[in-house]
């Protein structure tokens, strides 16, 4: 089956450092992408990841385990801006099914407290 | 528009009526993706197109709803004997090609059926 997971709710002060977990289980793999969502907002493009390690970009990091099925999303010097929730997602690629289509956690509620 | 652009951004029907969705995606891009997003959760994949053809509904809830991408470029999501169940932001993501790293969501549409 499909799975991902990431924690519900995180809260944190401005101007501190918070990491996000994500962990999946999927029956195939094509990359995993991180997406901030302000309330009534559309998603928004953070990060993508395909092979394992870090890619850094400004205050936001991501990191991948293809062997753990798990990735994290770093944020730096927090803002009360960043205040939103923090989607978690991998592309599907199943040989003869769809490939391209995102499949998402439920995401995580990030509250910045001054 | 530089934009993917959604209409209508609300929409309250009735249990039992029909609804039409737009979404019109940014000019060029070759996949159009459908997602529904209950309150509190992440975005579920619905359907994708690439240009005008229709490559997986594998993610439609029921024969009710019917996507369509006739000229390869707008797309209308249809629900037909709207159910409450059926109460969710509905949103479209095009993307450059089927790959790409990236796609780029509209607003969406907020569906409340009473």
């Known amino acids: 089956g499909q799975n991902i997971d990431q924690p519900t709710e995180m809260t944190a002060t401005e101007g501190a450092i918070v990491q996000i977990n994500c962990t999946y289980q999927t029956s195939g793999f094509n990359g995993l992408f991180w997406y901030q969502q302000h309330a009534g907002e559309a998603p928004t493009f953070l990060s993508y990841?395909?092979?394992?390690g870090l890619e850094e970009k400004g205050r936001f990091s991501s990191f991948l385990s293809r062997s753990k099925g798990y990735s994290y999303l770093l944020l730096k010097e927090l803002q009360m801006k960043d205040s939103a929730s923090y989607l978690c997602?991998?592309?599907?690629?199943?040989?003869?099914?769809?490939?391209?289509?995102?499949?998402f956690g439920k995401g995580t509620k990030l509250s910045v407290k001054p | 528009g530089a934009g993917v652009s959604q209409s209508p951004r609300y929409k309250v029907a009735k249990r039992g009526q029909d609804v039409a969705l737009r979404c019109d995606p940014i000019s060029g891009h070759v996949s159009l993706f459908w997602y529904q997003q209950a309150l509190g959760q992440g975005p579920e994949f619905l359907t994708y197109?690439?240009?005008?053809?229709?490559?997986?509904k594998s993610g439609l809830p029921s024969d009710r709803f019917f996507a369509e991408r006739p000229e390869g470029s707008v797309s209308t999501l249809k629900i037909q004997r709207t159910q409450q169940e059926d109460s969710a932001v509905y949103l479209c993501?095009?993307?450059?090609?089927?790959?790409?790293?990236?796609?780029?969501f509209g607003p969406g549409t907020r569906l409340t059926v009473l």
């Open positions: 993501a095009s993307s450059l090609a089927l790959n790409s790293h990236e796609q780029f």
């Open positions: 197109f690439q240009n005008e053809a229709q490559l997986d």
């Open positions: 997602a991998v592309r599907d690629q199943r040989y003869g099914g769809s490939q391209g289509n995102l499949i």
């Open positions: 990841n395909v092979l394992d």
